[in-house]
Structures are given as structure tokens and as C-alpha cells.
């Protein structure tokens, strides 16, 4: 008898934020922020970043702004929900938020493969997703090392995919842990893609 086993799942968490954030008055914050942060703006500019992100410029968004701090409680109830999926032992030590930050990909913008070493689960949540913006792309962690095997086949189960593309909609939260590479292909769409991505550690 054959039996095979899926072994080191990478889980990925996802859901709605919140009933009590509004959707419309998160994007008006976030588009606000950016046209006020003069900082961010040249940071940006400095580095030939796409659009807008206020990760170089404003570490204190919860402090500074209610609507971010209700998006931080809402978003400490998913990462413990995520953490007891994933039977982290924590502990006497809490994940807590490190980082928050939002991102304004305009229509050609791209944010390219990266991981976030220094945290534990990372995600996002999505603001302002117009009609043919671009999804979420997530990439096989065992990747580098599958050498020499073939690729895929086109209709490969979702489980066995070098890549997964997932398309959020607005007021969704995606959570992951943090060593999974993923990226944002290019925003083939006319309007900007809103979103708020956040880094959780341990203690």
C-alpha cells in the first residue's frame, strides 16, 4: 500500500481585519500620511522606491494615529490566532508588533522577493485594491534547494506549486511567518495599490 505524507507546511493565515475599522477612512488616512510625510517622500525618491512607503520615516503610527491603533488591536487578535495554529511555544514571552508601515504601489510599481529575518510573522492588510492590480505572489521556501527537479505542471494542486499567487480583497489580513520569500509583481492597474504590512517578534 502507498502512502504519502505532506510533510513542513507553510501555513498561510487569512481573513478580515476588522467590522469596527472603516475601510474608507483607512484609505483616506493612509493617502493623508503620505502627502503630509515629507521625510518618507525623499526617502523614496532617494532610493527609487515605486510610489510610497513610510517604513524609512514613521515607526509610530499606532501613537500617532487612533485608526492605527485600532488596526494594531484588531491585528494583535490574528497573529495570537495564527501563533496557537502554528503551536509556537512562546513562553513567558509575547510576539509583539515591531514594525508598521504603508505602502502606495502606483500603476508600474513593483516591490520586489524579499524576507524579514529579524521577525516572526509578518503580513499584510490590504487598503485600496483596484480592478487588475497585482496579487500577492508567495514562493516555495524549499526552492533554492530543488536543484535539478523538473518544474510543475500547469495544473499542479496548490500544495505542490513553486509559487502561489493569492489575490486579497480590501479588508483582508494575510498572515505568515516571516522567512517566507514573497513579493508584489508589478501594478498593471491605472489606480494605487493601498495596503499596510507589519513585522511581529518574539519578546
Not at 490574528?78 to 501563533?83: G, I, L, M, N, R
Not at 524579499?114 to 514562493?139: D, F, N, Q, R, W
Given at each position: 500500500m502507498t502512502n504519502i505524507t505532506p510533510l513542513f507546511t507553510t501555513p498561510l493565515?487569512?481573513?478580515?481585519?476588522?467590522?469596527?475599522?472603516?475601510?474608507a477612512e483607512l484609505e483616506h488616512s493612509c493617502l493623508s500620511i503620505a502627502e503630509d510625510d515629507e521625510a518618507g517622500q525623499d526617502w523614496c525618491e532617494a532610493n527609487d522606491f515605486p510610489g510610497y512607503t513610510s517604513y524609512a520615516s514613521l515607526s509610530d503610527l499606532p501613537w500617532r494615529f487612533p485608526i492605527f491603533e485600532a488596526v494594531k488591536q484588531a491585528l494583535d487578535k490574528h497573529v495570537a490566532d495564527f501563533a496557537k495554529e502554528l503551536c509556537f511555544d512562546?513562553?513567558?514571552?509575547?510576539?509583539?508588533l515591531e514594525d508598521i508601515w504603508i505602502n502606495i504601489l502606483p500603476e508600474g510599481g513593483i516591490h520586489t522577493a524579499h524576507i524579514h529575518p529579524h521577525s516572526v510573522i509578518s503580513g499584510t492588510t490590504y487598503v485600496a485594491m483596484p480592478e487588475g492590480t497585482s496579487a500577492l505572489k508567495l514562493e516555495d521556501?524549499?526552492?533554492?534547494?530543488m536543484m535539478a527537479a523538473p518544474g510543475r505542471s500547469k495544473d499542479a494542486p496548490e500544495h505542490?506549486?513553486?509559487f502561489v499567487y493569492v489575490k486579497p480583497d480590501v479588508g483582508d489580513v494575510l498572515l505568515w511567518e516571516s522567512w517566507l520569500r514573497h513579493e508584489v509583481p508589478m501594478n498593471m492597474?491605472?489606480?494605487?495599490?493601498?495596503s499596510v504590512s507589519f513585522n511581529y517578534r518574539w519578546g
Amino acid at each position: 500500500m502507498t502512502n504519502i505524507t505532506p510533510l513542513f507546511t507553510t501555513p498561510l493565515y487569512r481573513a478580515r481585519l476588522s467590522s469596527d475599522i472603516d475601510a474608507a477612512e483607512l484609505e483616506h488616512s493612509c493617502l493623508s500620511i503620505a502627502e503630509d510625510d515629507e521625510a518618507g517622500q525623499d526617502w523614496c525618491e532617494a532610493n527609487d522606491f515605486p510610489g510610497y512607503t513610510s517604513y524609512a520615516s514613521l515607526s509610530d503610527l499606532p501613537w500617532r494615529f487612533p485608526i492605527f491603533e485600532a488596526v494594531k488591536q484588531a491585528l494583535d487578535k490574528h497573529v495570537a490566532d495564527f501563533a496557537k495554529e502554528l503551536c509556537f511555544d512562546l513562553g513567558d514571552k509575547a510576539l509583539e508588533l515591531e514594525d508598521i508601515w504603508i505602502n502606495i504601489l502606483p500603476e508600474g510599481g513593483i516591490h520586489t522577493a524579499h524576507i524579514h529575518p529579524h521577525s516572526v510573522i509578518s503580513g499584510t492588510t490590504y487598503v485600496a485594491m483596484p480592478e487588475g492590480t497585482s496579487a500577492l505572489k508567495l514562493e516555495d521556501p524549499r526552492l533554492p534547494m530543488m536543484m535539478a527537479a523538473p518544474g510543475r505542471s500547469k495544473d499542479a494542486p496548490e500544495h505542490l506549486r513553486q509559487f502561489v499567487y493569492v489575490k486579497p480583497d480590501v479588508g483582508d489580513v494575510l498572515l505568515w511567518e516571516s522567512w517566507l520569500r514573497h513579493e508584489v509583481p508589478m501594478n498593471m492597474a491605472e489606480e494605487d495599490r493601498i495596503s499596510v504590512s507589519f513585522n511581529y517578534r518574539w519578546g
